[in-house]
């Protein structure tokens, strides 16, 4: 089970969004790299990094910033946003990152993701959206009418590394993830889910490592761990205890 601390970039700096919503925007840390070396430094062991901007012009847009970041972090780091062709994946890839996330292709166009997965053993990650439980693409600022556990089912069986599942309505407000649907998710594919959006406070931790969510790899924290909701080493420690009393 892994915690996964998050930098999103909007305009080279480390923000949150409210509710995806780019005028709702805090800024938390002007310089990114310093912030994956503070998590590094915390006892992270992973990151996760979307280029906002990239999400919203189907291009990454800052390339700066996450170049700075892979130099400053020893931790993998995981992508997304904006990421929508195999010469964008290669190019990554190929910069240090250990995983890049597919969000809008993976709806626009499925079989490159497949294809990604075969090029790209293990490095392949797809980030599902959802809003009011369907999926929503171009940074979530369009809804689609494909429901979440039937775009995840598209996957199966192709290599997908991990799935990465948000639900819109909770991020950035810190009312608690949305576990109902996560672990239905989880459920329904073989793939590794992480959820993502509205992780508030330690009980959510705690929630995690129940054993009805051992299916998942693990969660994505950012607005909670930016304002202090939940200490880093506290949260650490109760996933370190949880591993070694499993048999």
Known sequence: MILFPAIDLKDGQCVRLKLGDMDQATIYNPDPAAQAKAFE???????????????????????FAIDAILKATRNPVQLGGGIRTLDHIEAWLSRGLTRVILGTVAVRNPALVIEACEKFPGQIAVGID??????????????????????????????????????????????????????????????????????????????????????????????????????????????????????
Request: charged share 25%.
């Open 41 to 63: 430094d915390q006892g992270f062991e992973w990151l996760h990094v979307v280029d906002l901007d990239g999400a919203f012009a189907g291009e990454s847009r800052n390339g």
């Open 130 to 247: 959802a809003k009011g439980g369907k999926v929503a693409v171009e940074g979530w600022a369009e809804a689609s009418e494909l429901g979440v556990i039937e775009l995840a089912k598209k996957f199966e069986g192709a290599g997908v590394a991990a799935i990465i599942y948000t639900d819109i309505d909770r991020d950035g407000i810190l009312t608690g993830i949305n576990w109902e649907s996560t672990l239905q998710l989880a459920e329904a594919v073989s793939i590794p889910v992480i959820a993502s959006g509205g992780l508030a406070s330690l009980d959510d931790i705690h929630r995690m490592l129940k054993p009805d969510a051992a299916r998942l790899e693990g969660a994505i924290s950012g607005r909670a761990l930016y304002d202090g909701r939940i200490d880093p080493t506290e949260a650490l420690a109760l996933i370190r205890a949880a591993k070694e009393a499993r048999p």
